[in-house]
Structures are given as structure tokens and as C-alpha cells.
């Protein structure tokens, strides 16, 4: 293997591990310019990995077959955003203290998503492997390209999707009335509020976004990268998107870049095996680097990141 097949086979894993790390922090991106800090995209992605195991097992069932990974989608991004609704009504309407609610959410969605897999599945910890999920797509012509035609223009369907995705939600934040107004709620609620923008539908409407894309997240590993629903599908990648949301100053092209780095990190792991030095190597060092970057670049985002203004805070109409 030359030296240009083994960077363009880094390129392409470092995209199939960041993809789902985009959604997911996009989905922060919503949620945290709104004003609520959302610390429970590791659950959210656990709800969407389960819900896409379990609904593309049932469409294959069916005889759904390779439609069968789209329902799986979006079954994923519904799921995502109903239990992100649970996130909402703590927070915005009973005003409880949204990095607790966070906290719960993750909790609740592991424990019910394992608890739900063994009832479905004749106790298993997991569900089956599933025979029908997103295979890579060459895009004719710029797949040929050296170096980048394996590496960026033969992907997964969720990664265009999620370029896409990108493009969309930066114009949405920064070109539109829309993304005006939920930045608004954001920064000085109080101001929104008295010209007319209302504070609670905005908030709601950023968790709920932030709960589909963090859906899509999980939903993408399950569909692409394990095949299947199991304790360990996420394994913090949720926690890592919210590193991804500050280092990329809350700003989606920010953090798709942020994204794209961690993703670098956990595609060395595979990568570095097609090496024979890497042997050499216990593989604990390999599965501990994302983990170990995201604190590293954590404590070097500290004081140089600006979160939105009333980011935390819930609203109370009564002290404006």
C-alpha cells in the first residue's frame, strides 16, 4: 500500500468517525445559542442508536430491506427529539437546573435503552447485527480523484448529508430571522422578550433541534459503523461533541472542524494497525486519545471560548 491509499484511507475513516460527531454538535449548537445547556447529548445519541438498531431490525423484518437503514434514520432522529422534549420541560417550563437534567437524561436513556434491548431481544444485551445498513457511495468521476476521491467523495450517505447539514445550519444562525432570534434568546433574553420574541418557544425549539441532530448522531453509528445496538455503541461520544461545541466557539462551521479532529483521533486507532510499528503499541493508548484530547483541549478552551451570554440561566419573565 503506497503512502497516497494510506492517507486517503485516514481521510476516509476520520470522516466516518466524525460524522456522527457533527450532528451531534450542531445539535449543541441549537441548543446552548438558545440558552440551554444541554450536557445530555451522550443520552440523546443513545436514544437514536437504539431506536435506529430497533427500527431498521423491525424494517428488515418487513421485507424492507435496503430501505430499511432510512427508516432507521429517521426513527433515530424522532426518538432523539422526543427525549429531548423530557430535556425542554425541566429546563425552560419547571426552570430545573439544566446540567443536572442533563445528567439525568443520560442516565435514563442508558439504562432504558439496555433495559428495552433485553426485552426485545430474549435478554441480549444487544440487538442483532443488522444484514442491511449504509454502505459507502462513490460519486462518479470526483471518486477518481487521487488521494481525496477514496478518502472524501466515496462516503456514507450521512456524511453528505451532514455537509449539508452544516451548511444549512450556519445560514439558519446567521442569515436568517429565525437564527437572529434564537441567538437573541441566547444572549439577552430579557431584550427578546421585550420586543415580542418569545423566550420559552425559541428554547424549545433549540433543545428539540438539538435532540433530533444528536439522534441522527447516534443513529449514524448504528447504521454505519457497529451494525447493531449495544451498552457500548457511544462510549462518550456525546461528551466529546460537547468538547467539539466549545472548542468550536459555538459556531457550526467551528465545531464541524472541532468534529473533524476528534474524529482524527479516534480514525488513527484504526489506522495506525495498518502499520507494522503500531504493533509495538498497546492498544489502550489508541482507544484513550480521543478521550485524552477533548480534556486537553478543554482546559486549553477555558477562558478563551464565549459562551452565549444568558447560556445556563433560566428565564423568569417576573425579573425582567
Known amino acids: 500500500m503506497n503512502a497516497l491509499d494510506t492517507i486517503g484511507q485516514l481521510i476516509s475513516i476520520t470522516l466516518v468517525f466524525s460524522t ?13 445559542r438558545s440558552g440551554v445547556v444541554n450536557i445530555g447529548l451522550e443520552g440523546l445519541m443513545i436514544a ?3 431506536g435506529a438498531a430497533v427500527f431498521t431490525d423491525q424494517a428488515i423484518q418487513g421485507g424492507m430491506k435496503h430501505g430499511a437503514p432510512w427508516i432507521g434514520l429517521l426513527a433515530g432522529l424522532v426518538l432523539g427529539l422526543v427525549v429531548s422534549l423530557l430535556h425542554a420541560v425541566a429546563t425552560i417550563t419547571f426552570k430545573a437546573d439544566q446540567t443536572i437534567v442533563g445528567v439525568v437524561i443520560n442516565i435514563l436513556a442508558a439504562g432504558l435503552a439496555i433495559y428495552l434491548t433485553k426485552s426485545l431481544y430474549e435478554g441480549s444485551g444487544q440487538t442483532t447485527t443488522l444484514e442491511y445498513v449504509f454502505n459507502p457511495v462513490a460519486i462518479p468521476g470526483l471518486s477518481d480523484i487521487p488521494l481525496l476521491g477514496k478518502g472524501i467523495f466515496t462516503a456514507y450517505p450521512t456524511t453528505y448529508i451532514v455537509i449539508g447539514v452544516v451548511i444549512l445550519s450556519y445560514i439558519v ?19 427578546a422578550d421585550t420586543v415580542g420574541i418569545s423566550v420559552t418557544k425559541y428554547r424549545y425549539i433549540g433543545v428539540m433541534l438539538s435532540g433530533a441532530l444528536a439522534g441522527l448522531g447516534g443513529a449514524t453509528i448504528a447504521l454505519t459503523t457497529t451494525s447493531n445496538f449495544a451498552h457500548n455503541t457511544i462510549s462518550g461520544q456525546g461528551f466529546i461533541a460537547i468538547a467539539a461545541v466549545i472548542f468550536g ?36 493508548f489508541f482507544y ?15 477562558g478563551r471560548s464565549a459562551a452565549p451570554g444568558a447560556l445556563g440561566e433560566p428565564y423568569d419573565p417576573a425579573k425582567r
Open 48 to 50: 437514536g442508536a437504539f
Open 249 to 284: 466557539k459555538w459556531n457550526p462551521l467551528g465545531v464541524a472542524g472541532a468534529a473533524i479532529f476528534f474524529g482524527m483521533a479516534q480514525a488513527l486507532r484504526n489506522w495506525a494497525q495498518l502499520f507494522e510499528w503500531s504493533h509495538h503499541i498497546p492498544n489502550e
Open 20 to 32: 456522527a460527531l457533527i450532528f451531534t454538535g450542531l445539535g449543541g449548537v441549537f441548543s446552548e
Open 288 to 302: 484513550m486519545l480521543p478521550y485524552l484530547l477533548t480534556l486537553l483541549v478543554l482546559a486549553g478552551a477555558v
Open 173 to 191: 444562525l446567521y442569515r436568517t430571522t429565525f437564527g437572529l432570534r434564537l441567538r437573541a434568546v441566547g444572549e439577552h433574553p430579557s431584550s
